[in-house]
């Protein structure tokens, strides 16, 4: 089934926000706005987004140290846009870490060629790694099979175990928010579902205690000492972090 990619787009121009939005979704993306980095944030922390377009010139904090604070804690494609059209300026905008950088005024259409090539060059980069195995100590994740290996022996996963790992792996060595955990795994399962879960061994638990739950018995199938774990991390006030070998 084909899912539509989710952008954010971040500007305090009502007009600029409205304008791109339109345009998005005209040509079949998802479109969340925001009006200043606050917003954004907020945002970020419960959405998986594909793409973040964000303007530079903000009131309160801009949009290069907004840049500059996301990606501290996700890694989330980013373009920014701008009315500067110094090279020095497009410079210090890429040295942020920003994928991409658009001057206005700009050609829509420029727009998602742009990011189309930001998505055709992530999907052959995750192309590869999925045909990569994860060393995690003296265990191995098939990503092709989807099984983890001690040696030759599988060690058995549930499948909700299967979603974090992969969600973890798609993240290495960066932290993903427990809400973001919690929305992969309940994403990936139908609405029948969801209520048997909830109602299940976990009613009454909060979503992100269901994440914590299901990371603490990876952690003792993945890790030699799970309360002091060292492939699996906890990143205090964020989430989870895979730091494989």
Not at 237 to 245: F, H, I, N, Q
């Amino acid at each position: 089934m084909y899912e539509k990619k989710h952008i954010l787009v971040v500007d305090d121009d009502i007009r600029i926000r409205k304008l791109i939005q339109k345009y998005l979704r005209k040509n079949d993306y998802l479109v969340s706005t925001a009006s200043n980095a606050h917003e954004a944030i907020k945002f970020a922390n419960i959405i998986d987004f594909d793409l973040l377009i964000i303007d530079v010139m903000m009131p309160g904090e801009d949009g290069l140290s907004l840049t500059k604070k996301l990606l501290e804690s996700y890694y989330t494609p980013i373009i920014i846009l701008t009315a500067r059209k110094e090279t020095s300026d497009r410079i210090i905008g890429l040295e942020t870490g920003a994928d991409d950088y658009i001057s206005k005024p700009f050609e829509p259409r420029e727009l998602i060629l742009r990011m189309k090539s930001i998505f055709k060059r992530i999907k052959k980069f995750e192309e590869q790694k999925s045909k990569e195995d994860i060393r995690i100590g003296i265990l191995k994740f098939d990503t092709r099979r989807q099984e983890l290996f001690k040696g030759n022996d599988i060690i058995s996963l549930t499948r909700t175990e299967r979603i974090l790992i992969n969600k973890l792996i798609k993240s290495l060595n960066i932290p993903v928010p427990r809400q973001k955990l919690a929305q992969e795994i309940f994403c990936n399962f139908n609405k029948e579902e969801n209520n048997l879960i909830e109602n299940s061994t976990y009613k009454g638990i909060e979503r992100e205690r269901i994440v914590d739950v299901n990371i603490n018995r990876l952690r003792k199938k993945i890790e030699k000492n799970p309360k002091s774990p060292r492939f699996l991390k906890t990143v205090r006030s964020v989430g989870y972090m895979l730091v494989p070998d």
